[in-house]
Each structure stands twice: as C-alpha cells, then as structure tokens.
C-alpha cells in the first residue's frame, strides 16, 4: 500500500497545479487528500485499485 499511496500523491501532486487553475480542487481539499493519503499508507484495510487500461492495435488489410 505505501507504494501505491506514494504512487497516487505523487500524480495528484503533478496534476495539482492545473486542478486549482481550473477550480476543479482547492488548496484545503488537496491538503486533506495528501492526509488521507498518508494515513492509508499504513492501514492494513485501506487498498487503492489503479485504473485499467487497455490497448489494441489493429493492421489495415494490404490492398489487393
């Protein structure tokens, strides 16, 4: 968890600056993220589930 915790503050940080231009977050908000953040990092019932992403190539047929 602490890995993961790390993981999700650290892009929430790198996003922050656009977030607060944008209104989307405030500096309160974002400061009780990285609280809450930094206590689940230690808590044996706290878990964090990344997105999934999914990727596919596809190849256009030679023409004939």
């Known amino acids: 968890m602490r890995q993961s915790a790390a993981m999700g503050a ?3 940080r790198s996003l922050l ?10 500096e309160e908000c974002s400061q009780h993220f990285f609280q809450m953040a930094s206590e689940a990092q230690d808590d ?9 992403i999914i990727s596919v ?3 256009k ?3 004939e």
């Open 61 to 63: 047929p030679d023409s």
């Open 17 to 26: 600056p656009l977030a607060l231009k944008f209104g989307i977050t405030t």
């Open 44 to 52: 044996e019932n706290s878990y964090v589930l990344w997105p999934l």
């Open 57 to 59: 190539w596809k190849r």
């Open 10 to 12: 650290a892009v929430y």
